[in-house]
Structure formats: C-alpha cells, structure tokens
C-alpha cells in the first residue's frame, strides 16, 4: 500500500491546510483580557466621547439578566458603555485570581469581600474608595450598614456592594412538623428533642449537603456566634495565636458532634451535593424536616417546587444555645457580592465604572429586579417595596434579620486567607465525618494561624 | 504491496536499531524541528517557568518573591503530600489492574463475535464520546443516596455513602474512571486481537489446547505490543488525571481522593500558594519520566520476545 | 539484498463464520457473560442522562431518577440551543482537529527520525521529550497564559491549539517510536538500494505499517483535546471563543444548577461524535488492524 506521490501531496496539503486553516481562523486573538475584543465590543450609544470598561460576573440566573439589563441600561445614558462576560462560580476564581496576577484584569472586578479582597489590596491591584465614597456620601449611605464589613481592610473600603444579601436561615418543612405536632426550635435543646421527634417518624431531621463543605460551617459558623458572640471569630480572623482553642469553639464541636452522633442529619449526608441542589429536594419533598442553608434557595425552591414555597416552607432565626454569650440576633452569610476596581484600569476606565455605580447599580428598575426575583437588594430603598413583591414574607424577613443583626458574619470561607480557607473546609470535613475530635480540630485549624 | 510479516532468522538482527547510512543522517534532523520547537516552545519553556516557581512563594497575585527552598522543604514535609502520592500510585495501580483485563476479555470477545459485534461495539464506545466533566455531573446525581439510583431501581443496598465515605469515595473514583476509559481500551484490544493470524488457533485447536490455553498461550502473548501502549497511556494518563476526580469529589471526603493532580490545584488555585503548587508539579514531572523509563525497559525487552513468537 | 522469507498475514484467512464460531465456541460463555453485564453498567447511566434531559427541573426530584418523563418537555434543548451551543461544538471541533492533526504529523517525523537516525540533536530531542511525558498541567497553566498574552494570542482559538499540541508530543512520539522500532532493518534498506530518500521511505514504509498505533494515539490526543477545559478557562474569555466544556458551565450559577439541561448539552455534545463513530467505525477498525501481525 504505497501512498503514491499525488496522495501524499495530497494528504500533507490536506494536513497542513487543515492546520493553518484552523490556526487562521483562530489566531486573531487579544493581547490579554483587559483588553475589550475586537467581536465583542459594547455598542456605543449616546455620546462618543465617553470611554469603554470590562466587567465580569457570574452566570446564573436571576442575577445574570438582571446584570446585564443593568449594563444595558446604563450604556444608554451616554456616560460610557460597559463590556460584560459571565462566567460561572469556581472556575471564574481560578479565572479572575489569573487575571489579576497578570495584571490583566477587567475594570470591575467580581468578589465576595473578605480574605481574597484583602490579598487584592495588600498587592496594591485594587483601588482604595474610602476618599471617592466620602465625596459621594449620598451613594454610600443608600446602602445597609452592615454590608460595608467585608469590604473594609484595615478601616478602608475596597469595593462596592452590589447585589442582594443572602444571610444564612433555618428552613422548615410545615407539613411535617404540623403532622409531628411539633414546633419550630427555639433553643438547641429544642433541636436536640426535633431529633427524636423526626427520627422515630421516619424523617431525617436536617438535610445536609456534607459533600459540599461549606454546608457544613454554616453550623459552625452559627454555633460559634451563639455560644461566644463575635468575638470568638473576631480573633481567629485577626490570627491571635490559639486562637481556635476558645471553649467556645471546642464547646461548638462537640455539639455538631452529638448532633451527627444522633442521626440528626440526613443519612448519608456527606454523599449528598448542594451543587445538585439535592439537599433542597430533601426538605420539599418531605424527606427532611429542616434545612440551615442560604437564603439563595428561597428563589432556587420557588423555580422547582413552587406549591411547597408558598404553603408548606417555613423559616425562621438560628436557634439560641442555653448559657450562649452571643446576641441571638447576630446573622452570618454573604453579606453580598462586591465589584472592586482594578488599579491597572486607565482612568477612562475607572471613570466610567465609578459613574455605573453612581448611575447604573442600584435603579429603581434593578431594585425592582432584585425583589421580583425573590432577593432582597442591599439597599435601603428596598425596604419599601418589598411589600409590593410575592414574595413579601421572605423578603421582610430577611430584610429584617440583616437590618436588625447587630453583627452579620461573613461566610469564613470568604473572611479568611485563601490558604486557611482551604484547610478549614478540610477539617470541617473531617468533624463532621466524626474523624477527628474537637480538640484535634483546634490543633489543626491553631497551625494555620498567619503569624 | 504487501506488508510483511518479519520472518527473522537472525536473532541479533533485531537488536540492532535501523540505522541510516553516513549522509542520511543530517537529513533527518530536520524532521524533528516542527515538533521540537512546539515542545519547546509551549510545553519546555512552562515547564521551566514551574521550576522556577517553585522556588517561590508567590500567592499568583503579588510579587514574587524567591525563598530559596523554603516551599519545597514546606510540600515535602507535609504529610498530605505523601499522602497524595500514594493516593496517585494507589489509583495508577489499582486503575491497571480493574482496566485491562476487563479491556482485554471486552475486546477479545467483540472482536470474535460477528453477529452481535456491531451493535455492541457501537454501544460500548459510547462513553467515551462524553466528556470527563459530564460524567462527573451524571454520576454525582446518580450517586446521591436519596434521588439516585438506588431510589430509582428501589434497592436500599445501593444508598451507600459513595461519595461520603473515603474508601467508597475512592472506589467510585476508580469505578467512574474504569467506566469512561474501558471503551478506549477495548477499542484497542480489539483491533489487536483482529491481527492474530487464525492459523495459530487451529494450529493450537489441533493440538488439543482448550480455549482458557489458547486465551493465554496465543491471544496474550500475540497483544504484547497493545498491552504496553495501552498500559503506557493508561498509566500516564492516570498520572495527570484531574477532571473527572475535581467534578465528583473535589479530593474529598477529607483527602480520600486527593491525588497528586488534584492536590497541586488545591494549592494552587485555592489556597493561593503557586510556590508549593509548582513544586507539586515538578515531583510530577519526576514521577512521569521515572514511569516511562521503566515501561520502555519492559518494553525493550519483550520487543524481541513477542517478534519471535510470531509467525 | 537478503533474502527473507515473507508469509504474508495481513489480514487473517478467509475462515467462514462458522468455523470462527466453532473454533472460539465455548470462550464466548464467559466472555459473553461478562459483556452484557458491561452493556447494562454502560447503559443505566447513559439511560439516566438521556431521559433526565427530556424532565422539567421541577419534576425531577420528585419522580423516580429512572422513570420515563411524564410529562415529556423539551424546555432543557431549548435552553441549551439558546445558550448558543452549536458554536460552542464548532470550537470544539476546530480545536480538537486543528491540535490532533500537527501533532500527530509532527510526531510522526519526529519519531520516525529519533528511530532512524543518530545525531546529537536527536538524541537531545528524544531525551527532552521524555521529560515532558507527565507535564503538570495546573502548574503550567500560569507560565503559559503569561506566554500566550505575550504573543498576542489570548482569546483565541490558537491559544489552546498551540499548548495542546505542545502537551501531547512527548506520548505520541513514545508510543510511535515504539512501533517504527519494530519495522525491520531489512526493508529499509531494500528501499535505499532502490533509491528513496528519508522522506519516501518514512511515508511509503513506515506511515503504513505504524497505522494502528497512529490511529490510536490520534483517538486518545483527540479526547484529550476535546473534554480540555483548563485551557479553555484560563487562556479564552469571549463567548465566541467557547468549547464545549466550558457549555456545561453555563448552567451553574453561584448557587443553583439546572440538571436537566446540563444534560441536555452533554447529549447534543455527544450526539455528533456518534453519529460520526457510526459511520467511521469501520475504517477506524481497519486503520486499527493494519500492518503486519503481531
């Protein structure tokens, strides 16, 4: 089987053709993504004098539309138009830190606040707004207090909140605590009696998404506020050594631990993925009495199981633990999502993203957007429009619940250094799994303190 | 022309490598540019860049600052590390046990088959047409203890805790491994098996050897060359094997699946630490070349073996 | 010129398929046994993935994972179509072959002249490439997205070309390597005498008996290539410049996945590539069995 000559020309032509045809096709490309590209450029309307900036963000609706309706809009008033790209959750941290670290970042960085914001600021990447947000006082106070924490390093302000607060709720099933003739917990002890209660009716207590780590420190999270107030976190997150040998902590361990130890969680919990949203489908489908997760899955239920949202879901505060120092008030979650700007942008750049948070963040339309959606904006102005949503009840009571918080808790995930976040999440993993005591925990999580 | 079968009557002549007389010699280095630069641009060059690194402590985003060996004394004595390694050794090995006799038995069998062997063929592949992520997803639900399957087939005994507890998490992650890339292999077994002469079956038929003898007196012997690429791409693609593993379990429970590709994400792309990443991909590098180096030993040695056996 | 005693045995004998059966009769019990289980492993979980796609995201909690839709819907391909998907599969598939084909054919040489020849350059080549044989991906990553912004090549489709190239040489010359090693010195020099030049007889001798392992390195770069998604994460950026991997994430938001139409792109990914194995299995088999016996 010789390849005569013609074929072989033939074939190599055919090889290289192909190969140069697809290198054609594809080589045009940018010198880094701070630059807008060529396909994907904002139209521009309105005043052709104004500059051009990048934002990214997350995908996933409702909040993908309404950001970008967002943009929309705002590209309308003539003040500068605005490029949007939606990634999705985990790979757009991998994506963004990247970025960053080229110095090729968009003009309007995406973030949580927290530990990964302090590392922008501590490399100088993104720009200081303290002076900027006293100048446009107006702007900043349109905000809820609270949610200013986790954009603050060391007494200044690194972002901008932008969208909706998702503290952290207890979620209940009515039907099946009316059946039980029961009432939602009120103390820990109330938890613990709801555990046999459930469990001799054939129902998991509490639905968990164990393969999820986070799921899990929202327990602790709570715990630890309850038990010994803020301060607790305060100093592990100001890495005061033996920081996490606090009784308090040990004490919220071990009760995770019996709660574990009783069947209070679903069985198999650490099989079941939030990111499959299967620990929602345990509570809406009555397999599960009471869910501890954000108040995200409001809107993510009411999409899939919408005759349960509107009759059988309740929800309600964290309980309280008998002898707790800490305010049964206080609230942990998200505060909500930041944008940052990059100090690599040009002041084109940076004017233009500063007049979208003047102008294009927080509308009246966006706020509208927010509350049809089932969330709850970060802004003072929502407070009287809620009433106006279907969703009312919810919102009120979130609304409430940060308002009111005279501490609200940023996720620890969030709070703490990338580094220390990913051993936390590990060693939670393994409490929970009942593989390592509360005071091997302590050790543990004790050696990631940041001298 | 017809391609031949060596009938070597001289042993030492196949130990020689064919070399090209005097002149040609020159001629031939130009073959290897096109893919020498490519290496060497986009795959040497990187590397070095994660040499380089690792005598870092950059966290991706600051400036890097060179410490000397600080990260690496850091990574290698970590316990995780180590742990990480032997995961990664654990899953090649064990991955190379469960593949290739199933491949081998799969491919023998469809290759002799001629009725069914279409439509199972057909069947068979098609794992391999998903991609690592999509399995992941798909099994990850069909792994959840409450809505999998085994609420869908009603059989209690399939609600194990499969991503939950460590040995299970790390048998599934062998399982769903096994499940995408036995096709491949089959595919290869099975093509291997079709170029084995039918006289020597009914050479062997004649002589009395039942079918188990012929499977392992002809059959295996006659796939020695599939078996070491197959083995060689198994066993070095398990090395740097990642999708699949980060979508279903992230490395967990705790780091009961945390293998080396994963461990050097975690850190990397995580907690922020690009200086002990690196030094986790170097050891990579270590570990690959040492791999190869003792598969073409084997392979050296049974290329002389397996040219005799043949016809 | 030596003489050699050729029995040629390409392809097997004409034996009639009952013979076949006959002579491998009683191995296909077990054999047999162990194949239809492996068909039912396969196909639960393909089942599972086709059905869910046609479920509402609501519906599908509460039915059984394995039961048919009731009602069937067709709202997860409609989001997936919307999502833009075919573009995504056309990135994907000017990726994958625009990586697969320089590779192989630039492995193919390189291979065929580190068996043949003896120069220092080649022996640097070949020692180099074993170095490269378990490149650490997520390690790499960063020093070549500092490359590939530098040459102005960020957010292009060449940007995962190139790398992807680059990666899968140093294996594919291995496992080539391996088998130009066994065609005998003898036909080479037969053809020298008959006047070819390097170029002839690694094309006119080597290329075809080497065709098993050429086909099968191109499927597994090929695959490779195809379920890439680090690449495609860090080095693109536009929704135009997508592949395939990165589709499935458009359906996870920072809180909530739609199931079904993850699904859903993971089938109209899948159905293309099926469609085409259908219709090439055959030549993929005889490409797979070609040269002399082993």
């Known amino acids: 089987m010789t390849i005569s000559r013609t074929s072989r020309r033939t074939f190599l032509g055919l090889a290289a053709g192909s190969a140069l045809g697809a290198f054609g096709l594809s080589a045009c490309g940018t010198s880094g993504p701070a630059q807008p590209g060529g396909a994907a450029s904002a139209p521009a309307t309105g005043g052709g004098a104004a500059g051009a900036a990048t934002m990214w963000a997350l995908t996933g609706e409702p909040n993908e539309k309404i950001r970008k309706d967002s943009v929309d809009a705002f590209s309308k008033l003539g003040k500068g138009t605005i490029e949007v790209t939606f990634f999705q959750n985990d790979p757009y941290k991998a994506k963004i830190r990247t970025a960053v670290g080229a110095g090729q970042a968009p003009t309007l960085i995406f973030g949580w606040g927290g530990g990964i914001l302090k590392s922008y600021a501590d490399a100088g990447q993104v720009d200081d707004l303290t002076s900027w947000l006293g100048e446009n006082a107006a702007f900043k106070n349109q905000y809820i207090a609270s949610t200013w924490g986790a954009a603050t390093i060391d007494d200044k302000i690194f972002a901008v909140p932008i969208q909706t607060t998702q503290p952290i709720v207890m979620y209940y099933n009515k039907t099946l605590f009316e059946k039980a003739g029961a009432q939602p917990p009120a103390t820990w002890d109330d938890v613990m009696n709801l555990v046999n209660v459930f469990n001799g009716q054939g129902v998991a207590p509490f639905s968990l998404g164990g393969q999820s780590k986070w799921t899990s420190m929202m327990w602790l999270e709570y715990l630890f506020d309850r038990i010994g107030g803020p301060e607790v976190f305060n100093a592990i997150y100001a890495n005061k050594p033996n920081a996490w040998s606090d009784p308090a902590v040990i004490e919220s361990c071990t009760k995770v631990q019996e709660l574990v130890k009783a069947n209070g969680f679903a069985k198999g919990f650490s099989s079941i993925a939030a990111d499959t949203n299967a620990d929602q489908a345990l509570l809406f489908t009555g397999k599960a009495a009471m869910l501890l997760q954000g108040a995200w899955v409001y809107g993510g239920m009411k999409s899939t199981a919408a005759k349960f949202v509107s009759s059988g879901l309740g929800y309600g505060n964290f309980p309280t633990v008998p002898g707790g120092k800490g305010d049964p008030k206080n609230t942990v979650g998200n505060p909500t999502n930041y944008f940052s700007i990059s100090s690599k942008a040009t002041e084109e750049e940076k004017t233009v993203a500063k007049a979208y948070f003047t102008d294009g963040l927080f509308t009246d339309a966006v706020v509208d957007a927010f509350i049809q959606s089932g969330g709850v904006p970060v802004v003072k102005s929502a407070a009287s429009k809620l009433a106006s949503s279907p969703d009312a009840p919810f919102l009120q009571f979130v609304y409430d619940m940060v308002d009111q918080a005279p501490n609200f808790q940023q996720s620890w995930d969030q709070a703490l250094s990338p580094a220390q976040a990913e051993k936390l999440l590990n060693n939670i993993d393994q409490l929970f799994l009942l593989k390592i005591t509360p005071e091997q925990f302590a050790d543990a999580m004790n050696a990631t303190i940041e001298a | 022309m017809a391609a031949l079968a060596p009938l070597v009557e001289d042993r030492t002549q196949l130990l020689e490598r064919g070399r090209a007389p005097g002149g040609a010699k020159s001629r031939l280095g130009i073959l290897v540019v096109p893919a020498l630069l490519m290496f060497l641009a986009f795959a040497f060059l990187p590397l070095i860049g994660v040499l380089v690194l690792s005598f870092t402590d950059w966290d991706g985003i600051g400036d890097i600052g060179f410490v000397g060996g600080q990260s690496w004394v850091e990574v290698l004595t970590d316990p995780g590390t180590w742990h990480a390694v032997w995961l990664t050794f654990a899953v090649m090995i064990i991955t190379w046990l469960v593949q290739t006799p199933i491949s081998l038995l799969l491919g023998t069998f469809i290759a002799g088959q001629q009725r069914y062997r279409a439509f199972l063929a057909v069947l068979f592949f098609l794992p391999l047409l998903m991609s690592s992520a999509a399995i992941a997803i798909a099994f990850k639900s069909l792994l959840d203890p409450n809505f999998g399957l085994s609420a869908g087939l009603h059989l209690p005994f399939l609600a194990q805790d499969w991503l939950g507890d460590p040995t299970l998490a790390f048998v599934t992650v062998i399982f769903v491994i096994a499940w995408q890339f036995i096709p491949f292999h089959t595919l290869l077994y099975q093509g291997g098996v079709r170029q084995i002469p039918e006289q020597m079956y009914e050479a062997a038929q004649i002589d009395g050897a039942g079918r188990v003898r012929q499977f392992f007196s002809i059959t295996v012997p006659q796939l020695k060359y599939t078996i070491i690429t197959s083995s060689t791409l198994m066993l070095v693609g398990s090395l740097v094997y990642f999708d699949l593993i980060w979508v279903l379990t992230q490395g967990g429970p705790g780091n009961a699946t945390r293998i080396l590709a994963l461990d050097m994400y975690i850190r990397g792309f995580q907690a922020n630490q690009m200086g002990a990443a690196s030094v986790i991909g170097v050891i990579l590098v270590v570990v690959g070349l040492v791999l190869t180096l003792i598969i073409q030993r084997l392979a050296g040695r049974d290329l002389a073996a397996s040219q005799m056996e043949g016809m | ?294």
């Open chain 3, 1 to 294: 010129m030596s003489t050699t005693v050729a029995t040629p045995v390409t392809a097997p004998p004409k034996v009639s398929s009952a013979q076949r059966r006959r002579v491998k009769g009683r191995r296909n019990y077990v054999g047999g046994l162990f194949a239809w289980l492996w068909l039912v492993i396969i196909i639960i979980p393909i089942y599972y993935v086709v059905i869910t796609t046609f479920k509402d995201q609501g519906a599908y909690f509460t039915q059984n994972p394995l039961a048919l839709p009731n009602p069937p819907t067709m709202t997860a391909y409609q989001e997936v179509v919307e999502a833009n998907i075919i573009r995504y599969f056309f990135n994907s598939v000017i990726v994958t072959v625009g990586a697969v084909i320089p590779l192989v054919l630039f492995s193919f040489l390189a291979s065929y002249a580190i068996v043949r020849g003896n120069s220092r350059l080649l022996r640097v080549s070949r020692s180099m490439f074993l170095l490269g044989l378990a490149i650490p991906l997520q390690a790499t990553i960063i020093p070549i997205y500092l490359i590939i912004t530098r040459i102005h090549m960020y957010d292009s489709l060449g940007a995962l070309i190139l790398p992807s190239i680059a990666f899968g040489i140093p294996l594919t010359v291995l496992i080539l390597s391996n088998f130009i090693r066994d065609v005998p010195r003898e036909l080479f020099e037969s053809m020298r005498l008959d006047g070819c030049t390097d170029w002839q007889m690694a094309w006119r001798l080597a290329f075809p008996l080497t065709k098993p392992a050429i086909v099968t390195v191109s499927i597994y770069n090929g695959l490779n290539v195809w379920n890439g998604f680090l690449f495609a994460l860090i080095l693109t950026q536009s929704p135009e410049k997508r592949v395939m991997p990165l589709a499935l994430w458009a359906f996870q938001g920072e809180y909530q996945v739609n199931i079904p139409a993850v699904l859903a792109a993971v089938v109209l990914s899948t159905l293309p590539i099926l469609i085409l194995y259908m219709v090439g299995r055959r030549q993929l088999l005889r490409g797979l069995t070609a040269g002399f016996g082993k």
